[in-house]
């Protein structure tokens, strides 16, 4: 073996594995903490406790760990041994075997105190990788057999201290002090990356603006984000101390990440709804597509009176004679009755009751005027029902054929033309070549609420004299298709 590294022994290194009740550090609690520290090749400590977690352990972690309600009735709180612990890791690298499990449940139990904590953490699932790349699988349960090691206790803490020591001690034997302290150098200078992903992401990723796609084992789609520098954006997602057990979820799925850049952030943001709504990623929670649009028309009835009525067939080109967009009839009925309440306005013409002889049942309240049974003069109810609607009124698209919307990355030199038509993205092309020789007509699109509000901002907005659009003339409009 090499001679003695001066990192290896100027540090020392907390080998800690914790047993909690679950695996969300949000509401789940640690069970049982253990540490043995190590410096210059010799172990100088050891620190365990069970801990009370101030919430039932289940039948399946009782099962799991051997660590049962009863053997943590009596034990200490953490804030009992919080300062204590604080205290043994000052100063020392944080070594655990995913420990981005780890370190983010000791995080969370000092912050529910009110306090900060903060470590040097170095995982020896990553040190496995990066050691021994020709090997798939790098969980406890391989490296002890791979390796030879002892067998321990697995899922109690000390046991399973004892076996990451025991990988530790291995690599460094078989490797020498060296090629082990430029491993975790190179490691305790990086981004803190799942386990899963290879140690050289980081440097892939672009800074640029774009989407980003994570896939999981057979390469399942798990998240499309997006943002206007990648690498920026996907560290951060690393950085978490996984709060939700949707994060934990994710991270321990993410096997591989991909790209795809763009000039702006408005090509990014539109690219994204589209994957989103397109590939349908399991944990993409918001912009999902809606199944059905719903809008409200308002037309005369045969009295004259402005009625209400609920839509799902929606023409693009005319957008400007329907009042709102909504995922559902019942969001729909919603946004009328709360129209209805603060305008005084008949729940019989706003389609809220059945139509019959007679008053609404708000009328017979005091909350409507008497339009239902002609009480009201017709001109002043529908100035009354236009001004009620006149907030969602939809925005007409202002000019007569499609635009296209410049985006330049002055960085990359990348140019972007994102054409638009009917507040639909419609294509996306490079230059302005490309552009005058682009055809519409016959072009399959799907109009998208969530795009049509963000055009409707970029293009109407405050800023939108800062974007250089392109007019293009009309020869034809795509196929719209309404979800």
């Known amino acids: ?52 977690p101030e919430t039932r352990i289940s039948s399946f972690i009782e099962r799991l760990t051997g660590i049962s309600n009863e053997m943590v009735a009596e034990a200490p709180l953490f804030g009992d041994v919080a300062d ?60 002890i057999a791979r390796h030879g090691l002892e067998q321990v206790q697995r899922h109690r803490a000390m046991g399973d201290v004892s076996a990451m020591l025991a990988f530790f001690e291995h690599a460094r034997n078989e490797h020498g002090n060296g090629p082990m302290e430029h491993a975790i150098r190179e490691l305790l200078q990086r981004p803190s990356v799942p386990s899963n992903l290879p140690p050289g992401i980081m440097d892939e990723l672009p800074r640029v603006p774009g989407v980003y796609r994570f896939y999981g084992e057979n390469d399942v789609l798990l998240y499309v984000g997006k943002s206007t520098n990648i690498a920026q954006r996907v560290a951060s997602h690393f950085a978490g101390d996984h709060n939700s057990s949707r994060g934990v979820r994710m991270s321990e799925s993410l096997r591989r990440v991909e790209w795809t850049e763009t000039a702006g952030e408005l090509g990014a943001l539109l690219l994204e709804l589209k994957q989103i709504k397109g590939l349908k990623p399991l944990f993409n929670r918001r912009s999902r597509a809606a199944k059905n649009l719903v809008s ?84 002043r109810y529908n100035l009354r029902m236009q001004i009620a609607f006149h907030g969602l009124r939809l925005s007409t698209w202002p000019w007569r054929g499609p635009v296209g919307i410049v985006e330049r990355n002055e960085e990359s030199g990348r140019t972007d033309i ?20 682009l055809c519409l007509s016959g072009q399959a699109v799907t109009f998208d609420l969530d795009s049509y509000k963000l055009l409707v901002k970029t293009l109407m907005g405050r800023d939108r004299k800062s974007r250089r659009l392109i007019e293009l003339p009309y020869t034809g409009a795509p196929d719209v298709l309404m979800p």
């Open 418 to 437: 994102l054409v638009v038509y009917n507040w639909i993205h419609v294509a996306t092309v490079h230059d302005e070549d490309e552009l005058h020789d």
């Open 1 to 52: 073996m090499t001679s003695q590294s001066t990192y290896l022994a100027d540090n020392t290194f907390a080998f800690l594995d914790i047993e909690t009740t679950g695996g969300n550090s949000s509401h789940d609690r640690i069970t049982e903490i253990g540490i043995r520290f190590w410096r210059a090749g010799e172990v100088v400590g050891e620190w365990q406790t069970l801990l009370n």
């Open 84 to 143: 204590e612990l604080e205290a043994k890791l000052k100063d020392c690298v944080f070594v655990a075997h995913n420990a981005r499990f780890d370190y983010g449940f000791i995080k969370s139990e000092f912050r529910r105190l009110g306090r900060l904590f903060s470590a040097r953490v170095l995982c020896t699932v990553k040190l496995s990788r990066w050691l021994y790349p020709e090997f798939r699988r790098h969980n406890m349960d391989s490296l």
């Open 296 to 379: 409200i028309e308002l037309a005369t009835n045969e009295s004259g009176y402005l009625q209400a009525r609920l839509v799902r067939e929606i023409e693009p080109h005319r957008l400007g004679d329907y009042f709102g967009l909504f995922r559902s009839k019942r969001d729909a009925e919603r946004a009328l009755s709360g129209i209805a309440t603060r305008n005084e306005l008949c729940n019989q013409l706003l389609g809220l009751e059945p139509e019959q002889k007679g008053p609404c049942f708000q009328r017979t309240l005091g909350r409507c005027k008497g339009a239902c049974e002609g009480g009201e003069d017709v001109a």
